[in-house]
């Protein structure tokens, strides 16, 4: 089962650990399903994945896949982190390799992805998930 960080959380390089517990538990309720913290993206500018990319710094964006990690953790969700693909809006302004208007943590512009190697190796490490 699928669930989206908010918008605001990610313009508050915060995850709402009371909500997402609230989202947890009614799932619970009903099914033992593996929960995915996700990026919502899509044609419009102000989706997660947009905002995430256009709004957030380097250090932001590699603050909030942390923070997406522990909340995770401490939630028992799988954070699904954004390597690549994923519009960025019609308006974006930082473009992956200054041209494509989708999500590439390899890109110069976003430069994320030892960070995602990292929480990836450390989720690895304390599960018996592959991934």
Not at 84 to 104: C, E, Q, R, T, V
Request: overall charge neutral; hydrophobic content about 35%.
């Amino acid at each position: 089962m699928t669930k989206t960080v908010h918008k605001y959380e990610v313009l508050n390089v915060k995850i709402d650990r009371e909500k997402w517990s609230e989202i947890v538990n009614k799932i619970r309720e009903k099914t033992n399903a593996t929960i995915l913290m996700v990026f919502d993206f899509g044609p419009w500018g102000d989706s997660p994945l947009a905002l995430f990319s256009q709004k957030l710094t380097e250090e932001q964006q590699e603050k909030f896949l942390e923070e997406m990690y522990k909340a995770g953790k401490e939630l028992g969700c799988i954070p699904v982190f954004p390597v690549h693909g994923g519009n960025i809006g019609p308006n974006a302004k930082k473009l992956a390799y200054g041209k494509y208007k989708f999500y590439d943590a390899l890109a110069p512009e976003f430069n994320t992805y030892d960070k995602i190697k990292e929480l990836i190796q450390r989720i690895r490490a304390e599960t018996d998930i592959t991934l």
